[in-house]
């Protein structure tokens, strides 16, 4: 089975920062990765699909990059409402989900 | 705007069988290009996939709650169900009942709020 790993584990960060969360995979998985954001008491929204494409209504600070076995999730200016936890998921084999990124405001 | 609403008792006894059912409104669950899935968030851990359903009633389970696991798809109420048998406190949690889509290379678009479960005597 293919497992993720995502790194930093949590970050800290200003508004207006510049934000990069990586996610890597076992083995290599084409561009079959999404990233979600996931906030308390709210179900987990989708962000990113196929490695870069932004799903309808995201806004464009959130953009994804990678192929193969490293992907990264960038924000480009941190908003106070992206606070949340951010997990890859590749969609190769039998899904995973990588075990999160949470980021909140220093 | 297709919607998805997770039912069923949100507290379970030990060692019983989990039962929940996902009501999908808005769209048809016999539609060919998605698969019917749910998904868990145990506390103070990730999310887990826990498996899914095609229209036709294939299923596809993730290995480690295999064992235990039954989803079940019915056509005729637009509605699937999880069954998860012998539960216990390592089940608490938030389950999850989303759409995953095969024209977003199968990502889980599509989210119900999420209920509650709690296993505790």
């Known amino acids: 089975d293919v497992q993720m790993t995502q790194s930093p584990s949590s970050l800290s960060a200003s508004v207006g920062d510049r934000v990069t969360i990586t996610c890597r995979a076992s083995?290599?998985?084409?561009?079959?990765l999404n990233w979600y954001q996931h906030k308390p008491g709210k179900a987990p929204k989708l962000l990113i699909h196929a490695a870069s494409s932004l799903q309808s209504g995201v806004p464009s600070r959130f953009s994804g990059s990678g192929s193969g076995t490293e992907f990264t999730l960038t924000i480009s200016s941190l908003q106070p409402e992206d606070c949340a936890t951010y997990y890859c998921q590749h969609s190769y084999s039998t899904l995973a989900f990588g075990p999160g990124t949470k980021v909140h405001l220093k | 705007q297709v919607q998805l609403q997770e039912s069923g008792p949100g507290l379970v006894t030990p060692s019983q069988t989990l039962s929940l059912t996902c009501s999908v409104s808005g769209g048809s669950l016999s539609s060919g290009v998605y698969y019917w899935s749910w998904i868990r968030h145990l506390p103070g851990k990730g999310l887990e996939w826990i498996g899914y359903?095609?229209?036709?009633?294939?299923?596809f389970y993730s290995p480690s709650l295999k064992r235990r696991l039954t989803i079940s798809v019915d056509t005729s109420n637009n509605q699937f169900s999880l069954k998860l048998s012998s539960v216990t406190a390592a089940d608490t949690g938030v389950y999850y009942c989303?759409?995953?889509?095969?024209?977003?290379?199968?990502?889980?678009?599509?989210w119900g709020r999420g209920t509650m479960v709690t296993v505790s005597s």
């Open positions: 989303a759409r995953r889509n095969g024209e977003v290379t199968d990502a889980f678009d599509i």
């Open positions: 359903t095609y229209y036709s009633g294939s299923t």
């Open positions: 083995q290599t998985i084409n561009i079959y």
